[in-house]
């Protein structure tokens, strides 16, 4: 039935065996319908959880089956990778559950949540460099010197696998979804969304969400090369700034469209979750529903797949959060 057999090292068959690979690790996250959001949004949506991961966030996925694939001897060497965020979690977390050693290297300064958060699933920390490409380019050197494997946040088929078990699970217990919203950085998420419903829901149409002020892989997609630009967004896992190779060609053959939110619009999306769906996103995680809701009317009464992608929001994006709330209506 799959018309996708194999593309770009990453196939359906792969999506599965990863499912089976994080299985002694991971519970499947919940999906339920909220009909609070469907009076907003006209449409019939459906929640996809991966705020409940022990992470907070559905990277975790692509970390434990880049873990699993590995060697014994590979992982005695152990991974190295630059990351501020939801990536740095899912590979030290990973790392914790096969005891490998794991290295993340931080632009400095770097922001002590996070720091707490890495070093408590036992990830060793290097600070180096003042931007992202600084520390990326110094994990990409220690990683050289050292044996060790250099884990790219995007670029890589074992990541996509493993997020796609989030699309496998939601689309096996949704198969009559119409449309699936999909929040994009580096867009492994969104390929791993595509391959899966070309397999088993090929109804249903992705449809991809990025921040207006970081638009590289929405650019790169609409003009069907690799671009860079300017990375501005303060929605951190959608803060990139250049189109990756292997997404990027999975996302060209299968996404029905891609939609440019601002950065305002995902935080009234965050509110609403909070508001109508007890749910708490960060910012990356509220995209998909902002997405929605900017292209709503013509969705009336679709079914519509919106996946929390996260939820390590701070304090302060919460506070801001809140403090752009209008005061709430007693209800008639
Ligand atoms: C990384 C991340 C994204 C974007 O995922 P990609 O696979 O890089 O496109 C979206 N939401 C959250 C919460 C993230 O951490």
């Known amino acids: 039935m799959s018309i996708v057999a194999t593309m770009d090292g990453v196939d359906i068959e792969d999506v599965r ?10 519970e499947p996250t919940p999906a339920w319908g909220s009909p609070a959001l469907d009076e907003v949004t006209g ?9 409940v991961q022990p992470t907070g966030a559905f990277k975790v996925r692509g970390g434990l089956n880049l873990l699993a694939g590995m060697a014994p001897a590979e ?13 740095g979690q899912s590979l030290a977390y990973a790392s914790g559950a096969f005891g490998a050693r794991c290295r993340i290297v931080l632009p400095e300064p770097a922001n002590p949540t996070k720091v707490r958060a890495l070093r408590g699933w036992g990830a060793e920390l290097v600070l180096h460099g003042e931007t992202m490409e600084a520390a990326s380019a110094h994990a990409r050197a220690l990683a050289e010197r050292d044996g ?7 670029d890589e088929p074992a990541l996509i696998a493993g997020v796609g078990t989030l699309y496998l699970e939601l689309l096996t217990a949704h198969p009559d979804l119409e449309y699936l919203f999909v929040p994009v950085g580096g867009g492994s998420g969104a390929a791993s969304a595509c391959l899966v419903a070309a397999a088993v829901a090929p109804g249903c149409r992705v449809i991809a969400v990025q921040s207006a002020r970081s638009c590289a892989a929405h650019d790169s997609w609409r003009a069907g090369e690799l671009l860079e630009r300017p990375n501005r967004t303060a929605l951190e896992g959608l803060a990139i700034g250049a189109g990756y190779a292997t997404t990027q060609a999975v996302l060209r053959r299968h996404l029905s469209d891609f939609v440019l939110v601002d950065d ?9 979750l909070l508001t109508h769906a007890h749910t708490l996103a960060e910012g990356a995680g509220a995209a998909s529903l902002a997405g929605l809701l900017a292209v709503a009317p013509r969705l009336a009464g679709a079914r519509v797949g919106i996946v929390i992608t996260g939820g390590n929001a701070s304090p302060a ?6 403090a752009a709330s209008p005061a709430e209506e007693p209800a008639a």
């Open 17 to 26: 065996a990863a499912g089976r690979a994080i299985a002694g690790h991971l």
């Open 43 to 51: 449409a019939r949506v459906v929640l996809k959880h991966e705020e």
């Open 75 to 87: 992982r005695a060497r152990g991974v190295v990778s630059a990351s501020t965020g939801n990536h």
């Open 148 to 154: 060790a494997r250099f884990v790219h946040p995007a």
């Open 264 to 272: 305002d619009a995902v935080r009234a999306a965050q509110l609403l």
């Open 317 to 322: 994006e919460l506070a801001a959060v809140l």
